[in-house]
């Protein structure tokens, strides 16, 4: 039986009303299986391939009582998604009078309640928001979830290798300790690895089956590159020009690595522009963007009826928030992955079916990675994820929200979490009581009669916000131009008035500081500076760097590359080259290793070098992928002697707290950690002793 037939009579009105031709590749081969089989599945397809429809119509087809509780949980990497996705399925849902319901800090409040007293329908909901219903509303949660049939999880792969995603994972464990029945789970995403396949078939903890259904199908590529030298004092000339230029003839989005590049290029562009008398518009989206100003961004270039228009963006815009059409991205230097780049290049061609890529790199390394992401990308090849090993600070923090959730759990009880969770099975028992300790001897846990209840340092913990996150949140000002919020700066900047600052793609002069209110205030300006936003560091993988060595050895790359672009590979090859195994490179003080492997790896030799001395003798420009020092020629051959295994590390560890604290500074919930956990996370999460040793061995003469 055709797909469409299966479908009840509402919602082939509704595809019929839109004017469909007919339904996408990957909406048939959904509505099928889920007629066909009582498995879960993963949407494996492009972005614009009809995902989100290929994940609620099977699930809203099969819903046969409405009014018996809420039948469908939609979980987003994303606020921002949420919303989008409510306007995508809320005509739908009115064509059978289905309630949708979004459920985050900026949602309605009399619709969270409206639900609350009667629960049916569809909810959108957040990572965090589940976390904070677990936490503080229990019973609300055990109201709500439990008539749910169906659990929908956008962007799935976001949730894969971080500890947001374990964290979302063991609440899918929680949750479904609520539920009448087994429900059923769809996943969706763009870009992933087939060799992760297994991970992401793991990730719901379900006992039913789970398949992939993969659109294997690709949009032609059409791809220009450049090299300009930057300037040290300010972008390279010559490559905001190439950027304007395509800027007159096509939409599209710009994806520097950074805020602070977002806001200059912003800037720029558009005091271009205006000198030009361009009418192309020019707007910056980041995540210290205020909301509106983003929504601003978001509706013009939804509805933009022909009018040109360029966003600078960072990952804000990489997610699948439909901006509707725009005919090419510009990639401003490296990405930091190639299924970063894959997200990326999914927002244009929508029209076309062809996407469109401008990559220009300012710096040597980051055209080199760029080139071998680009390259992997056209053969088809994306990153694997690096999954966390032993999250023992991830359980330390859901052991307490549980407390919270159960108003206290068996001392005993709590000692078996990792047989009673899926999510926790590979946490030792001797682990898990010293961490049980740990929390207990910290007033994390109190004891009361062999119950376990939450002590009074997690009541400090529970009086901020932010509780219910696993990613950093700034310590910002927010930033005013008389009444209108136009973004936040972290407090990390120096601020003075007078000072002259871009945000939200406009400059602006600061004319007053609260720093009681954390409030800044500001007039328009004509220039200035961009803000240091602070940023994590990002691990590049193996298979970039092999390629960026197979590219500088293997003149067969070079086929499509400008002259530029050449010369600088032949001064990077000449450099590199020099040596037959270990690659050994000239610099101010002596001699750096360039070693060409991913992040894990160079970190873990520049760690087993600096083991050698009380200080930190070696450093690590990772970018480049070389180790500097003044003695590695020697030292490295001593490193191969020695032989470290992981207890030598963990000794070395120990004696050396300040290493450990940079190694882990961007776990927020280190602080609920024994050393010895610590620095067990560490050896098998930020380091990769084995590889090292196995490069080492492999060069060694």
């Known amino acids: 039986m055709e797909s469409y037939n299966l479908l009840r009579r509402e919602i082939r009105q509704y595809v019929y009303d839109k004017g469909w031709p007919s339904l996408k590749k990957i909406q048939a081969a959904s509505i099928k299986h889920t007629y066909?089989?009582?498995?879960?599945?993963?949407?494996?397809?492009?972005?614009?391939?009809?995902?989100?429809?290929?994940?609620?119509?099977?699930?809203?087809?099969?819903?046969?009582?409405?009014?018996?509780?809420?039948?469908?949980?939609?979980?987003?990497?994303?606020?921002a998604l949420i919303n989008d996705q409510f306007e995508r399925i809320n005509e739908l849902c009115d064509y059978m009078d289905i309630t949708i319901t979004s459920w985050h800090g900026e949602a309605s409040k009399t619709k969270k309640k409206k639900l609350l007293d009667r629960p049916n329908g569809i909810l959108l909901i957040t990572p965090e928001s589940i976390e904070a219903m677990l936490s503080l509303r229990p019973e609300e949660a055990k109201f709500l979830f439990k008539g749910t049939e169906w659990v929908i999880i956008d962007e799935i792969h976001s949730f894969q290798d971080n500890n947001r995603g374990i964290q979302l994972k063991s609440l899918i464990e929680r949750i479904k300790k609520y539920m009448e029945k087994e429900a059923r789970f769809i996943g969706m995403s763009a870009t992933i690895n087939r060799q992760d396949y297994k991970n992401i078939k793991n990730f719901f903890g379900s006992e039913r089956k789970t398949d992939v259904l993969l659109d294997s199908s690709k949009n032609s590529l059409k791809v220009t590159k450049n090299f300009y030298r930057e300037n040290i004092k300010k972008e390279s000339n010559n490559a905001l020009e190439e950027i304007y230029d395509y800027s007159q003839k096509e939409s599209m989005l710009i994806f520097p690595n950074s805020r602070s590049e977002v806001e200059r290029l912003s800037v720029s562009l558009s005091s271009l522009a205006k000198k030009r008398k361009s009418h192309t518009k020019y707007f910056a989206h980041h995540s210290s963007v205020?909301?509106?100003?983003?929504?601003?961004?978001?509706?013009?270039?939804?509805?933009?009826?022909?009018?040109?228009?360029?966003?600078?963006?960072?990952?804000?815009?990489?997610?699948?928030?439909?901006?509707?059409?725009?005919?090419?991205?510009?990639?401003?230097?490296?990405?930091?992955?190639?299924?970063?780049?894959?997200?990326?290049?999914?927002?244009?061609?929508?029209?076309?079916?062809?996407?469109?890529?401008?990559?220009?790199?300012?710096?040597?390394?980051?055209?080199?990675?760029?080139?071998?992401?680009?390259?992997?990308?056209?053969?088809?090849?994306?990153?694997?994820?690096?999954?966390?090993?032993?999250?023992?600070d991830v359980l330390a923090h859901q052991i307490i929200s549980i407390l919270l959730e159960k108003s206290g759990v068996p001392l005993e009880e709590l000692k078996n979490i990792n047989k009673e969770f899926e999510t926790w099975k590979e946490i030792e028992d001797k682990e898990l009581l010293e961490l049980i300790e740990y929390l207990i001897e910290n007033k994390y846990i109190e004891i009361i009669e062999e119950e376990a209840i939450t002590g009074m340092a997690s009541e400090e913990l529970l009086r901020k916000s932010e509780f219910f996150t696993h990613f950093n949140i700034d310590d910002n000002f927010f930033v005013y131009n008389r009444h209108t919020k136009i973004g936040e700066i972290s407090s990390v900047n120096h601020f003075e008035i007078g000072t002259n600052i871009l945000l939200s793609g406009k400059v602006w002069k600061i004319k007053d500081i609260e720093y009681r209110a954390k409030k800044i205030y500001v007039d328009k300006a004509i220039d200035g500076k961009a803000p240091l936003f602070p940023g994590g560091s990002v691990n590049t993988t193996y298979d970039i760097r092999k390629r960026m060595k197979e590219i500088l050895k293997e003149k067969s790359y070079w086929e499509s590359y400008s002259k530029n672009i050449k010369l600088v590979l032949i001064e990077l090859a000449d450099e590199s080259f020099r040596y037959d195994k270990f690659h050994w490179v000239e610099c101010s003080d002596g001699l750096g290793l360039r070693t060409f492997q991913d992040t894990k790896t160079n970190r873990t030799l520049e760690l087993l070098l600096n083991m050698m001395y009380d200080k930190e003798a070696y450093t690590l420009k990772d970018r480049e992928s070389t180790i500097y020092g003044k003695n590695i020629k020697n030292d490295i051959y001593e490193v191969i002697e020695k032989n470290h295994n992981e207890k030598d590390v963990f000794e070395y560890l120990n004696k050396h707290p300040q290493v450990v604290e940079k190694y882990i500074s961007s776990n927020k919930y280190r602080v609920l950690l024994p050393n010895n956990l610590k620095i067990k996370y560490i050896i098998n999460n930020v380091l990769d002793l084995q590889n090292a040793k196995n490069y080492l061995k492999e060069n060694y003469k």
Request: charged content about 20%; aromatic content about 8%; glycine content about 6%.
């Open 290 to 392: 205020s909301k509106d100003m983003r929504l601003s961004a978001e509706n013009f270039a939804k509805n933009n009826r022909g009018e040109l228009f360029t966003i600078c963006c960072t990952s804000t815009l990489e997610l699948g928030i439909d901006i509707g059409a725009v005919d090419s991205i510009v990639q401003y230097n490296a990405p930091y992955s190639i299924a970063s780049l894959g997200q990326r290049l999914g927002r244009s061609g929508r029209a076309t079916q062809r996407n469109v890529l401008h990559f220009i790199a300012t710096d040597e390394w980051s055209l080199l990675q760029g080139l071998a992401a680009i390259s992997l990308y056209e053969e088809g090849i994306i990153d694997k994820f690096q999954m966390i090993i032993k999250p023992y």
């Open 36 to 79: 066909n089989t009582e498995n879960n599945f993963i949407l494996a397809a492009p972005t614009a391939s009809g995902k989100t429809e290929a994940a609620f119509l099977p699930a809203i087809n099969s819903i046969d009582d409405w009014n018996t509780g809420l039948k469908i949980i939609y979980i987003s990497p994303l606020i």
